[in-house]
């Protein structure tokens, strides 16, 4: 799947992210953070992970947002939004990791990068539950039917 950000404007659903894992549960306030472009992976990339630059403000997903969807509207789908990936992980440059920040917040905001896996069909989609929490996803599955 190609994603031209000529013709895309993509957006990151998260939620706000907090210092104690306990209060994600609880958490009822969703951010949409409206991505200015998302860059096709480098030919060195074997993970194949589209990128955003984070933004001046240090405004960025977080570790906690991983698995968050990434919901574009082409310009051939008129209004339509589709999900067409998921948030994969961030780049953190390795002087800011080394000098031992404890507190991932901080490090979120020193980030320089968010990359995106795209959902080209549904194989991707599987091959990204199975790497991280199968037993969870269908755990919620079975609680939602």
Do not use: W
């Not at 074997?46 to 997903?61: K, P």
């Not at 992980?89 to 920040?101: A, C, D, H, R, Y």
């Not at 995106?116 to 919620?140: C, N, P, S, V």
């Amino acid at each position: 799947m190609e994603l031209s950000n000529s013709d895309a404007e993509c957006q990151l659903i998260g939620f706000s992210t907090s210092e104690e894992a306990g209060d994600f549960l609880t958490e009822e306030k969703v951010f949409r953070l409206h991505l200015k472009e998302v860059a096709e992976p480098p030919m060195d990339d074997s993970f194949h992970h589209h990128r955003s630059r984070v933004y001046s403000d240090n405004f960025t997903a977080c570790y906690d947002d991983i698995g968050a969807p990434l919901f574009c509207k082409l310009a051939s789908s008129g209004e339509e939004e589709f999900q067409l990936g998921l948030f994969q992980s961030l780049t953190v440059p390795l002087e800011i990791v080394s000098q031992g920040m404890s507190n991932d917040i901080e490090k979120c905001r020193m980030a320089s990068e968010m990359r995106f896996t795209l959902l080209a069909d549904d194989r991707k989609l599987a091959e990204a539950i199975q790497g991280y929490t199968m037993a969870e996803f269908i755990e919620g599955y079975q609680n939602c039917k």
